[in-house]
């Protein structure tokens, strides 16, 4: 072989560059996270598990838009059941440790949201509001390496 | 024809893919082919860089376009003729990084009867440079189902390349960069009749491949969406080698996959190669220096050879008897 020198530099880098994530995981094994917080309240999401996998996004995506531009805050799963369009009010109920900040609150009836006129700036969270650190969403997204821009909008702390 | 097969053949692989995983051979697309994929692209790699390297360069072919070393107060063009190593890296960062050869493409073209005339072209380099840094981007950013954690870098690209979005999602740049690029690739060859004559299916095949690529994974992140979180827990079974087969991931995903492990099964046996052929290449890896230096062609093999000296000393007298003239005179050293 000519340039054996060059020509073995370059078919080490080369390997070395292919088989990074090889090295990289070497030894280490990880479990996938889990809904673990929901499951321990033991609560069934609004729909079925692998449809919320997949398509919690474009549910979500979909819940801003008829949230903000058409006002309508009732989403009716295709089980028949009725639930609030709220990040904070459904879905992080059952997906992070902690309490709602409150800065929404249901009516009594749970439906029919009458929404107290709030001054943002006076909002102060409570010790217990939601730890997003902890939640289901920021622990299966971390995973993922998908930035979530929910926090963009939701004031949290 | 080239086209027709190579598309046939892309269809057919879009097919194997759904209909294996249809009958339940998920273990067989998500474990064995893709491992064995793998393999054959390291092995069959570096068998065609090592072969390379076992053929010699007898001589300084660099092409250039500049100016060569000279004298001190004629200008030198180190990039595009390089006399050292360090113009040399200068030249092969240019060419790998940005084209430069390609940039200097132009279309000839006859007008007005018989005047030929060269038109600026830089849309094949564009294109070319286009497709080339998304797919490696694309690449780069899956190393988020590699890795766990993921590096912030992996990271950051993602969110630079992600920073346009719809709604909430984000769309990559280089997602609709390459399937642009792509189609542009194949219509060139298709329109231009000289790109046409000259094409081959080892042509057009990587390029159905990859848009079929391209196409699948993006309709996996914009329209079908799969469990992300399954299809990490697969790849990560892969590189750590305990591979797991995760249940209820779509059959999009295995398209995507098994048409990536038959990009790189094909790749060391294809075109393709010029990824590390780019590096091997002799007129543009080697210094201009052959008025400088001495090079020796490497396979010189040792011949026996006289020189006239001994020629002569055997012969000199037979040449003096004869009247021919001699270098060496020893009658007259003698007197």
């Known amino acids: ?157 | 024809m080239g086209i027709g097969f190579s598309l046939l053949i892309a269809i057919v692989l879009v097919l194997v893919a759904l209909l294996g995983t249809s009958i339940g051979l998920n273990a067989l697309f998500a474990v064995v082919i893709p491992y064995l994929a793998f393999s054959i692209f390291l092995v069959g790699f570096i068998a065609r860089i090592v072969k390379w390297g076992r053929s010699p360069v007898p001589f300084r072919i660099p092409t250039t376009c500049g100016q060569q070393k000279s004298l001190d107060w004629i200008k030198h063009n180190e990039i595009e003729n390089p006399s050292t190593k360090m113009g040399v890296v200068g030249r092969m960062l240019l060419e790998i990084l940005c084209f430069r050869s390609l940039f200097r493409n132009t279309r000839m073209e006859l007008r007005e009867g018989n005047k030929l005339v060269f038109i600026w072209e830089k849309w094949l380099w564009l294109a070319g440079l286009l497709f080339h840094w998304s797919f490696f981007i694309i690449l780069f950013r899956h190393l988020r189902l590699f890795m766990e954690p993921v590096p912030s870098l992996v990271e950051l690209v993602t969110t630079l390349d992600g920073f346009f979005g719809f709604g909430m999602h984000s769309l990559f740049l280089t997602d609709a960069f390459i399937l642009v690029a792509v189609t542009y690739l194949f219509i060139r060859r298709v329109v231009i009749p000289h790109v046409k004559y000259v094409s081959l299916p080892a042509d057009y095949f990587p390029l159905f491949l990859i848009f079929g690529i391209a196409l699948s994974g993006v309709l996996m992140k914009y329209v079908y969406r799969v469990d992300m979180i399954a299809v990490k827990e697969l790849t990560l079974g892969l590189v750590t080698f305990n591979p797991v087969v995760p249940q209820g991931i779509g059959a999009i995903f295995y398209v995507h996959l098994f048409l990536v492990c038959v990009l790189f099964m094909y790749f060391p046996f294809s075109k393709l190669m010029h990824m590390g052929g780019v590096f091997l290449s002799p007129t543009r890896n080697l210094p201009n220096d052959s008025r400088a230096k001495r090079h020796v062609n490497p396979w010189n093999y040792p011949v026996k050879f006289r020189t006239y000296e001994e020629y002569e000393d055997e012969f000199r007298k037979f040449m003096k008897a004869m009247g021919l003239p001699v270098e060496k005179d020893d009658s007259k050293e003698k007197s």
């Open chain 1, 1 to 157: 072989m000519y340039d054996k020198g060059k020509i073995i530099t370059g078919i080490v880098i080369f390997l070395g560059l292919m088989t990074f994530p090889f090295w990289m995981s070497l030894g280490k094994a990880v479990n996938p996270p889990e809904a673990e917080i929901a499951q321990q309240l033991g609560e069934e999401c609004i729909e079925d598990a692998e449809y919320m996998r997949e398509n919690h996004m474009k549910l979500l995506n979909d819940w801003r838009t008829e949230v903000v531009r058409e006002g309508d805050r009732i989403y009716v799963a295709s089980d028949g059941e009725k639930y609030e369009k709220s990040l904070q009010n459904t879905c992080l109920k059952c997906h992070a440790k902690g309490e709602n900040p409150g800065n929404v609150k249901l009516s009594d009836d749970g439906l029919e949201s009458k929404y107290k006129e709030i001054d943002l700036n006076s909002v102060q969270p409570s010790a217990e509001a939601y730890d997003l650190e902890s939640s289901d969403c920021f622990r299966c997204h971390e995973y993922a390496a998908v930035e979530p821009d929910c926090w963009d909008c939701h004031i949290v702390d």
